[in-house]
């Protein structure tokens, strides 16, 4: 059971190039999260998914897509990559109970983005 | 929306003693969840507490204690025996408890406080 894993974990682009992030999860979780950590400011949501093709804008969503075409996975994309999307990025899933209430979020290990 | 405020941006404790770290927050939810997540050095983020807040009792993990006060809206994070290991940013994190659809488990953290365990 290897948890939440993110690909890669460093990465430095120029800026104007293009890219992406995956997440993959092998909990079965239905809900996934992809955050930002900048210092100082702690994490804030990108873009997040309540379930396999479906997908939400969170709180600093301008400059990324994202896809879910399956449950496991979360891609997050850069289409043109600006100084200011350097920051670590962190995945998440969650599990959604029946009760409704939704299940404590477990997070990858991040990914250094560098945009030059 | 919520807001979560750490006003300590760094703590430091010798070995073997206590620490507390706050934590306040502002929302007009009733129901909603709090954690304290972890981050050493490793980048990682690591669930310490969770705390309902429909629960008066607080909750423990081992070591780790929080002081919730809902009426003051304060989730402190009282930490024993203080080890080496222990020496992470330390984040308070607020979720609102909710049915479906909208209700997506968005977490809403604080700006963090580095706490440095000291031999």
């Known amino acids: 059971n290897a948890g939440v894993t993110q690909t890669p974990k460093f990465r430095v682009l120029k800026t104007g190039q293009s890219m992406t992030l995956l997440c993959a999860q092998d909990?079965?979780?239905?809900?996934m999260y992809w955050y930002r950590q900048d210092p100082g400011m702690g994490l804030r949501l990108i873009h997040y998914?309540?379930?396999?093709?479906?997908?939400a804008k969170g709180e600093v969503p301008d400059g990324y897509n994202v896809s879910r075409l399956k449950k496991q996975n979360f891609l997050l994309g850069l289409e043109s990559a600006a100084p200011s999307q350097t920051s670590v990025y962190f995945c998440?899933?969650?599990?959604?109970?029946?009760?409704?209430?939704?299940?404590?979020?477990?997070f990858g290990p991040g990914t250094r983005l560098t945009v030059l | 929306a919520q807001t979560v405020t750490q006003s300590q941006p760094e703590m430091s404790v010798q070995e073997a003693e206590t620490v507390t770290l706050s934590c306040t927050y502002d929302?007009?939810?009733?129901?909603?969840?709090l954690f304290w997540y972890k981050q050493p050095p490793s980048r990682q983020m690591i669930l310490v507490i969770r705390q309902e807040a429909y629960k008066q009792q607080n909750a423990t993990e081992n070591r780790f204690s929080v002081n919730f006060q809902k009426a003051a809206k304060s989730f402190s994070l009282k930490i024993s025996d203080s080890q080496l290991g222990d020496t992470a940013m330390y984040f308070c994190?607020?979720?609102?408890?909710?049915?479906?659809?909208?209700?997506?488990?968005?977490?809403?953290f604080g700006q963090g406080t580095i706490l440095t365990v000291h031999p």
């Open positions: 909990m079965n979780h239905e809900y």
């Open positions: 929302t007009s939810e009733n129901n909603y969840y």
């Open positions: 998914s309540v379930g396999e093709g479906t997908t």
């Open positions: 998440a899933s969650s599990y959604h109970m029946t009760s409704g209430s939704i299940d404590t979020q477990y």
């Open positions: 994190a607020f979720m609102k408890h909710g049915g479906t659809g909208t209700s997506y488990g968005k977490l809403t």
